[in-house]
């Protein structure tokens, strides 16, 4: 049993490591709304692109 607990701490040890070291992880769960893509929605191309602008 206990190395099952010593197993366990272990590779969460790992983990946790292996996620700081990672760089910019977001662990914050789902996003909702709008995300800063850097683009106006204003600014966006037309849906049909250019066929649009033609028929």
Do not use: C, Y
């Not at 197993?7 to 790992?14: N, Q």
């Not at 106006?40 to 649009?52: K, N, Y």
């Amino acid at each position: 049993m206990w190395k099952l607990v010593i197993g366990f701490v272990v590779i969460a040890g790992l983990a946790l490591f292996l996620l700081n070291k990672g760089g910019d992880i977001d662990m914050g769960g789902e996003k909702h709304g709008l995300q800063e893509s850097g683009t106006p929605l204003s600014q966006s191309p037309p849906a049909g692109g250019r066929l649009a602008l033609i028929a």
